[in-house]
């Protein structure tokens, strides 16, 4: 007998897909050329919406990890404000960070609101979202 998809994921290690998306994070951004020497040539702003994608992405896993955990719980609006919150933060961190190493990259403040943006845009939209796939996962 095949088990469900929702109870495979269940049994998953519990912060799975939030470690998995924070490690490829951390290498996008502090990597001195993570897309090699020379990276796609994209529109004006991309590397904005690219901080706003991951970042957001980042809040959903940690939503997504939750949620997996506590038997595909409903989660609250607080949980998904702490998670953006922490994320924004570790953008911060990461902009630190790249400052401080020196290696072409530095402190931008466009990219932390990108990415504090991203965040709360990807939770909100969880949130709103959650009732419809929380249907169709038998408890």
């Not at 469900?4 to 490829?24: D, E, H, M, Q």
Request: net charge neutral; glycine share 10%.
């Amino acid at each position: 007998m095949t088990e469900r998809l929702p109870g495979v994921l269940s049994k998953l290690p519990p912060a799975l897909f939030t470690i998995i998306t924070g490690v490829v994070i951390l290498w996008l951004t502090l990597a001195p050329k993570p897309l090699g020497e020379h990276p796609p040539q994209l529109f004006p702003g991309a590397d904005k919406l690219a901080h706003g994608l991951m970042f957001g992405g980042l809040t959903a896993m940690m939503l997504f990890d939750w949620q997996r955990v506590h038997q595909w719980e409903r989660a609250s609006w607080g949980m998904a404000t702490l998670y953006a919150t922490a994320v924004t933060f570790f953008g911060i961190f990461i902009e630190c960070a790249q400052n401080l190493m020196q290696q072409g990259r530095g402190f931008e403040w466009g990219d932390i609101l990108a990415d504090t943006i991203g965040a709360f845009t990807f939770a909100i939209l969880w949130m709103l979202l959650q009732k419809y796939w929380l249907r169709i996962i038998p408890k």
